[in-house]
């Protein structure tokens, strides 16, 4: 069962790269993602795992 509602922020552990999406869709197991460095992508969620990020602050980026 998915758990991602429209506007959730959440980035993928396989494309880091991707930095933080924000979802714009839920269909059964499609979340369609709008990521910073990737655009709108669709993720199948029974084949990829999505990771809730509270603030939609990349945890990946590195500050100095």
């Known amino acids: 069962m998915n758990d991602f509602s429209l506007g ?3 980035v ?3 494309a880091p790269e991707w930095g933080v999406g924000q ?3 839920v ?3 499609r979340v369609t993602v709008n990521f910073d460095h990737a655009g709108k992508q669709l993720i199948n ?3 990829v795992r999505l990771v809730h990020v509270a603030d939609g602050t990349d945890p990946y980026s590195i500050s100095d």
């Open 23 to 25: 979802v714009q869709s």
């Open 12 to 14: 993928l552990p396989a």
């Open 8 to 10: 959730d922020f959440v």
């Open 45 to 47: 969620t029974d084949n």
């Open 27 to 29: 269909i059964s197991n």
